[in-house]
């Protein structure tokens, strides 16, 4: 059985255990459904050195490898994150959603070819690390925000309790601060990832910007988390109430995160990045 088929087990099995924590909440199944991801985050982090060693670069060249790394971010920021806060219950569609990306790799070409000269910088190892771990943050964004919709209509009215503090369990209804925490780590990321990309660029092309279609999205993608971002502080004044304000803001997440994978995945089915140079996950 290949590492890749193995990782998915454990991603499966994870999210499983993830469940029974949720259900039985014991220390047993907190330390094995943690342990469970841990070792998917590892096995899945070999597959990235594995590639490497046997391309002879960062495995970032094409779609496979990039959706790879990036279910390997995304269960890294999780596991970060359950270390500050218990919020068991985002584990389990957390190990889901990295399966899932490790699952559509599996879909893609994983054949080895020479990479382009423009890619044989040092400046596209810092550039694609520091967008995956912002894209992997806005990934469990995403999965907390559904969590907090579907919650929202059933949550008990009343005393929402204090803002939860490390070790403290934090409750689905108050999932809203959470994805707050949790794009504001993630935002500097991508921000320092468009930095490195306009750097890049200009060693590679000669200009720090052209207005590529990768360019364009992924400046539309920042703009979409910096306006999540801002948000809180202009909804008061449109008298709209802190209830109403949390689903907006849970709403913009879903619909952020789809602006991050058609950045991601997308651009290359659209007529004017078919000769970018940029969009070269697809080739």
């Not at 790799?105 to 423009?118: N, W, Y």
């Not at 052209?210 to 920042?222: F, H, V």
Request: charge should be positive.
């Amino acid at each position: 059985m290949s590492i890749i088929n193995i990782t998915l087990i454990v991603y499966v099995l994870a999210s499983i255990a993830y469940i029974a924590r949720e259900i039985w909440r014991s220390a047993g199944t907190r330390w094995a459904s943690l342990g469970l991801l841990i070792l998917a985050f590892c096995l899945n982090l070999a597959m990235v050195a594995k590639r490497s060693i046997e391309a002879g670069h960062p495995p970032f060249s094409n779609l496979y490898e990039s959706l790879v790394f990036y279910a390997c971010c995304t269960a890294f920021i999780y596991i970060i994150f359950e270390f500050a806060y218990n919020f068991r219950v985002v584990g389990a569609l957390a190990a889901v959603l990295s399966m899932l990306i490790l699952l559509y790799a599996t879909l893609q070409d994983d054949t080895i070819r020479p990479i382009m000269p423009a890619l044989k910088s040092n400046w596209m190892l810092v550039h694609v690390v520091t967008y995956m771990l912002g894209y992997a943050a806005f990934g469990i964004s995403f999965v907390t925000s559904i969590i907090f919709l579907v919650v929202k209509p059933f949550a008990k009215k009343g005393k929402e309790g204090k803002e939860a503090e490390e070790g403290k369990e934090i409750l689905p209804r108050n999932f809203d601060k959470l994805s707050y925490k949790i794009v504001a780590f993630g935002f500097p990321f991508l921000t320092l990832g468009m930095i490195t990309g306009a750097v890049w660029a200009k060693k590679a092309w000669g200009d720090y910007w052209s207005w590529d279609p990768k360019e364009t999205w992924s400046l539309i993608t920042w703009l979409a988390y910096l306006v999540y971002l801002h948000t809180p502080l202009v909804l008061p004044k449109m008298n709209i109430n802190k209830s109403k304000a949390s689903v907006i803001l849970a709403c913009w997440l879903l619909v952020a995160f789809g602006i991050v994978n058609f950045t991601f995945m997308g651009l290359s089915s659209l007529p004017s990045a078919a000769d970018s140079e940029h969009i070269y996950g697809s080739k």
